[in-house]
């Protein structure tokens, strides 16, 4: 029996309407998210992967509804979230946090890491503000650092010690569930190990769920539950991590492991490395079918009239390829 989902994704589509030309006078749409069905169930990691533009941060975006969606439903606890203005969304806003790519632009340069950290204690009322010195100092702890930080400014910290209050802040509304967007790869190498472990410590600790987006896939391997594979806007496989490491099913995912470096030498120099041929089509103008046949080693002529259907190739592992599921 399969846990309830704490997120349930349905056919969601976020389209950006954009103009074109030197004086703005034609229009496009950018298809970002089409057709998007995902369950996300609580206290796992789901990774999304993908190369750059495929759609994966514009997901995490539209399930937290700061990017509305323009089809589908986002079910949270009953409440199709898409449906909800920014007034009635804001109780779900405490469930639902985010941690972004770059945390200096995330932080205010005006305030200080307490006053960063306190601002959505006060303002969802978790805590008076006698009591707000203390929360602050513990929300600091949690995350490695000193109670005397919260009287720094993000100029005067590292960059891996402003991620680790960008994290305290998303902590700080005790949230159920955070989006952690590219949230490591502005770091360095060393610090990025640092959050990582960080991350896990805190889920543990907090019964926490993660929508973790990432393009790295040794850090996917390493803290993911389940990794989805993603490919100009749909799902193309979704695995549990060891399955889809070891047995990957769609020729996308299969491209995008064999890029990974092996760390033994001996195996590194001997193996077949799967080149794609080609550049990502635009998202302005997807193909027709299955968006990955201009790219695919085994693509036949079904899969540039049809959209592969969404369908269990094993227990547990879903993939949208005509080949591997005989459509």
Not at 8 to 18: A, D, G, M, P
Not at 119 to 132: G, N
Not at 189 to 202: E, G, H, T
Not at 248 to 268: F, M, N, R
Request: hydrophobic letters at 40%.
């Amino acid at each position: 029996m399969n846990p309830e989902p704490l997120l349930r994704i349905e056919n969601l589509v976020k389209h950006f309407h954009v103009r074109l030309g030197a004086f703005g006078n034609k229009t496009a749409t950018v298809h970002a998210l089409d057709d998007f069905n995902l369950d996300i169930i609580e206290g796992e990691t789901l990774s999304l992967v993908g190369e750059s533009g495929c759609g994966k941060s514009t997901t995490g975006f539209t399930i937290l509804n700061l990017h509305r969606a323009s089809g589908g439903k986002v079910i949270y606890k009953g409440q199709d979230l898409t449906l909800l203005d920014e007034k009635h969304m804001r109780p779900f806003r405490r469930d639902l946090q985010i941690v972004f790519q770059d945390p200096y632009s995330t932080l205010n340069p005006r305030m200080t890491v307490g006053e960063a950290v306190g601002e959505p204690i006060l303002f969802h009322k978790l805590a008076t503000k006698a009591e707000l010195p203390g929360k602050i100092a513990t929300l600091l702890g949690d995350v490695g650092l000193p109670a005397r930080f919260a009287s720094r400014y993000p100029h005067e910290l590292s960059g891996g010690q402003r991620q680790r209050v960008v994290i305290a802040r998303a902590l700080a509304c005790q949230p159920k569930f955070i989006v952690c967007d590219e949230a490591i790869s502005a770091l360095d190498v060393s610090i990025q190990a640092q959050i990582i472990n960080l991350l896990l410590d805190l889920q543990e600790k907090y019964a926490l769920t993660y929508l973790f987006i990432a393009h790295d896939l040794a850090v996917v391997r390493h803290i993911s539950t389940r990794v989805g594979v993603m490919y100009l806007g749909r799902l193309a496989e979704l695995a549990t991590r060891d399955a889809l490491f070891s047995e990957p099913l769609h020729p996308y995912t299969k491209a995008l492991l064999s890029a990974v470096p092996e760390t033994d030498p001996a195996h590194e120099r001997t193996r077949t490395r799967q080149i794609l041929q080609g550049d990502v089509p635009s998202p302005l103008d997807p193909p027709s079918g299955c968006r990955f046949h201009t790219r695919c080693p085994v693509a036949m002529d079904i899969c540039k009239e049809k959209v592969p259907v969404w369908k269990e190739a094993r227990p547990g592992h879903r993939v949208a390829c005509h080949a591997v599921n005989g459509q």
